[in-house]
């Protein structure tokens, strides 16, 4: 293998990207910190927690302009992939394959050491994938039931008749029962898997270059590294 | 030495008389005794002089005293006033005369009770839970403007003031209200806001009205059927009786409790898979780390 032909590192995250993910993690956690005041207004420390986020009211307009906010950059990121689609440069790297499953139960062996190597992963691995598709459920599940409870005179003649004794009740939980789930797979598994885990603690700096170091690729993405470069490495 | 002895007594005596005199209409000489006393018959005199009412002289609605140590005190209630104390005494046991002044100077507000699902309970069906002035407003001696936090009908105290009663299990069940009542407007994202202080999050009397509340039954009640829509339109404007549907206080539906728990099966299975998953993670990483002792990666 020729080593110097390799690059150091390789660009995985390009600029538009990387802040799609500043605006998304900034509005997540505006939405989290107020969210969470109202989800628990009758523990403490609910009160003082919302008083330093200007009171009630204004922390209502944080959590509905980061809401909007947040949906915004969604809706971006459609066009951001239609467009990388047209030019070409969209590799379908994040869409949910059989193999992540067999990825899955090969890493579970390699976990309790009965596997020598890790999974052959592509790109992205079966967590990366499901942490990326748990935006698009969390965008309908929590970004719909927001939108219902921030205008709820103005959806209420969508609800047929036989619903009205549940719907709200059922659109309040779903709001922050998924928001809840979201905060906690953020915290653990995003944070130790993107972040946290020993080479690239405490910080994956990644999130502000884009790029990551060759050895980390061949590591952790050893069907990717082969992938661009393999046929270096054949010749 | 003599005469000074005597000219000390004489003042002494003087002054006395002049005590004497005002004594019948000076709330100070009552706390003389009740501000030092112990039990029910206790005034604290700070509270009290800080208190709405408290430029009051106390015989102003202790109109009737008992006991001979209160003789040529007491001033004389009209007939309207007696007559309400009547009503009143099954209710408020200590001073009902008290109790049934407020009317004096509040006429506007016992006109609106005496028409209310509470005041009829307690004037009419001479029941004794309905309340009376005291029973929301805390102790007559004590009332602070509605503005204030200490006030029990302040905005933000007025949910634990009507739960008093309406959180009981007994009332909701001799009077037909929905049982949870309270539980559901607290968990409703109403109770949330004004429990983290929002000063436009409605507590109880904000829709349900307060000394003229009715029975949601009643067709004047503001939750009626008929007037939901405009009570409800007083905040959310363009309100639909589609839309009023949302808010009615009753136990949770059991399609939405069936939804609740999926959701926490939901969260708490993705929140064991994911702890596991990190845990493995973290132990193979140092395993890892362990047998390459470089930390570097190969």
């Known amino acids: 293998m020729n080593n110097s032909a390799l690059p150091s590192e390789v660009e995985r995250f390009d600029l538009s990207a990387r802040i799609q993910h500043i605006i998304l993690f900034t509005t997540f956690l505006l939405l989290s910190f107020t969210g969470w005041g109202l989800k628990y207004a009758y523990r403490d420390p609910a009160t003082a927690w919302i008083s330093f986020w200007g009171g009630a009211k204004m922390a209502g307009i944080i959590h509905r302009v980061a809401g909007i906010t947040m949906l915004l950059v969604f809706t971006y990121h459609q066009f951001y992939l239609v467009n990388a689609a047209r030019k070409g440069g969209l590799r379908l790297t994040l869409v949910p394959m059989p193999k992540d499953i067999i990825d899955l139960v090969q890493n579970f062996m390699y976990f309790l050491g009965l596997r020598k190597e890790p999974p052959y992963f592509g790109k992205f691995t079966y967590m990366q994938k499901f942490d990326y598709w748990a935006v698009y459920w969390g965008m309908l599940i929590i970004g719909v039931s927001g939108f219902f409870l921030a205008f709820p005179v103005t959806v209420s003649p969508l609800f047929p008749s036989f619903t009205l004794p549940w719907i709200w009740d059922a659109i309040g939980a779903m709001h922050s029962d998924e928001a809840l789930l979201a905060v906690v797979f953020i915290l653990i598994a995003h944070f130790y898997g993107e972040h946290l885990r020993s080479d690239v603690f405490p910080m994956n700096w990644l999130w502000l270059t884009g790029k990551m170091p060759i050895d980390q690729l061949k590591h952790h993405h050893p069907a990717e590294y082969d992938y661009l470069f393999g046929e270096k490495k054949d010749k | ?298």
């Not at chain 2, 009740?34 to 202790?62: I, L, P, R, W």
């Not at chain 2, 007491?74 to 200590?94: F, M, N, Q, R």
């Not at chain 2, 634990?160 to 009663?165: A, D, H, I, P, W």
């Not at chain 2, 064991?272 to 140092?286: C, G, K, N, R």
């Open chain 2, 1 to 298: 030495m003599k005469v000074v002895f005597r000219a000390v007594v004489l003042l002494l005596l003087a002054f006395a008389a002049i005590t004497q005199a005002h004594a019948a209409t000076d709330a100070a000489t009552c706390l003389g005794c009740h501000g030092a006393m112990e039990g029910a018959v206790n005034v604290n005199q700070e509270k009290y002089t800080k208190s709405v009412h408290g430029s009051f002289d106390c015989v102003m609605c202790h109109m009737t005293l008992k006991g001979d140590q209160h003789k040529g005190l007491a001033g004389k209630p009209d007939k309207v006033t007696k007559d309400l104390a009547a009503l009143l005494a099954a209710k408020s046991k200590i001073d009902p005369v008290a109790q049934a002044a407020c009317t004096q100077c509040h006429p506007d507000v016992y006109e609106a009770y005496k028409a209310s699902v509470h005041g009829q309970n307690v004037l009419v069906k001479k029941s004794t839970d309905g309340p009376v002035c005291t029973s929301c407003h805390g102790s007559p001696h004590y009332i602070q403007p509605k503005t204030s936090t200490e006030s029990a009908v302040n905005h933000f105290n007025i949910v634990k003031t009507c739960g008093t009663c309406h959180e009981e299990k007994i009332m909701s069940e001799k009077y037909k209200f929905s049982e949870n009542v309270m539980e559901r407007y607290k968990e409703s994202f109403h109770g949330r806001k004004l429990k983290v202080g929002h000063p436009g999050a409605p507590a109880c009397s904000d829709c349900h009205g307060a000394h003229d509340i009715k029975d949601v039954k009643d067709p004047s009640s503001p939750v009626s059927p008929a007037n939901k829509v405009k009570t409800c339109g007083k905040c959310h404007k363009g309100a639909t009786p589609q839309f009023v549907a949302a808010i009615t206080h009753q136990p949770l539906h059991p399609v939405a409790h069936f939804i609740e728990i999926s959701l926490v099966i939901l969260t708490v299975s993705t929140f064991i898979f994911i702890i596991i998953h990190v845990m493995l993670e973290i132990i193979t990483d140092i395993r890892e780390r362990v047998s390459r002792k470089g930390g570097k990666h190969e």
